[in-house]
């Protein structure tokens, strides 16, 4: 019927079949790895079990390297039951806008009411440039012109990104600073003048991911922490051209900082 083939629906019966291939019946926490972040996973404890999201209704293939496209179940030393996601889909992929909520929505169907998500992101203020430093989002700006809601969702962002979380990560890392984060369309990287723009507006930092899944999760009620990994300051703001094989290299650099920030973030969530 029309109703099965809702993102809704689709989610649920993706829930179903993560619940029954891992063996847990509920999770409480959803974990999406940027690009870079995938590394960092292993901190969090070992996989009950890791699915291919080619096994999961829904998901489209993976289509970027370095996004692998794996859904690990992992039970935390403290017992938070975590769905970690190896891979995302981006807008730019070209898959509609369902399928770059489509993790966050099966999550939430699994039970999770937290959603932790990570990205690599271009670093937009001085003190924001520094590469492979983590960086709390604190609020976001969508310039991606697309959103996940459609009919009269009139949903309120006034927190999208919780500060009831955001106070409990810096508790694990009280070194972490927060900035908004601009998220944009992609595949190419911004232009000199859309970085300057970006800045203009009020940005911190900037990305192709995360602002349509954290608007789908606040419809869902769950309550989101944002962490960016810059990996490189935007275009024009330094003499140097960006490369995606760098964004990936300073994420297996950090991979170390990264895993201990998120293993002690999720534990105190
Ligand atoms: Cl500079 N821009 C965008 N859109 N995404 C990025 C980035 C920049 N650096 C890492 N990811």
């Known amino acids: 019927t029309h109703d099965d083939h809702t993102p809704g629906a689709l989610a649920e019966r993706a829930a179903r079949a993560l619940t029954s291939q891992t063996g847990l019946d509920a999770f409480d926490t959803a974990l999406v790895m940027g690009s870079g972040w995938a590394p960092a996973a292993d901190a969090l404890g ?19 390297a370095g996004h692998t496209g794996t859904v690990r179940a992992v039970v935390t030393g403290s017992g938070r039951k975590v769905l970690v996601f190896l891979g995302r889909t981006h807008l730019y992929e070209g898959h509609g806008v369902d399928s770059v909520a489509h993790g966050v929505r099966t999550a ?30 604190s609020d976001h700006i969508n310039l991606t012109g697309a959103n996940p809601l459609t009919g009269p969702a009139f949903i309120d962002l006034t927190e999208v990104y919780s500060r009831r979380l955001r106070d409990l990560a810096r508790e694990a890392d009280p070194s972490l600073t927060e900035g908004v984060y601009v998220g944009l369309r992609g595949p190419s990287y911004e232009t000199p003048a859309e970085i300057r723009m970006c800045r203009t507006i009020g940005g911190d930092m900037v990305g192709m991911s995360t602002v ?23 275009a024009g703001l330094v003499d140097e051209p960006l490369d995606h094989q760098e964004v990936l290299a300073v994420g297996r650099a950090t991979a170390g900082r990264m895993g201990l920030l998120l293993a002690k973030a999720i534990d105190n969530l």
């Open 46 to 64: 070992g996989a009950l079990a890791e699915i291919p999201v080619g096994d999961l209704p829904g998901f489209a293939p993976p289509a970027v």
């Open 108 to 137: 939430l169907a699994a039970g999770v009411r937290t959603v932790v998500l990570t990205n690599a992101a271009g670093g937009l203020r001085p003190e924001l440039q520094r590469v492979g430093d983590p960086v709390l989002i």
């Open 212 to 234: 349509l899944e954290a608007i789908a999760a606040r419809e869902g009620g769950a309550e989101v922490l944002g962490v960016s990994l810059v990996t490189n300051p935007g």
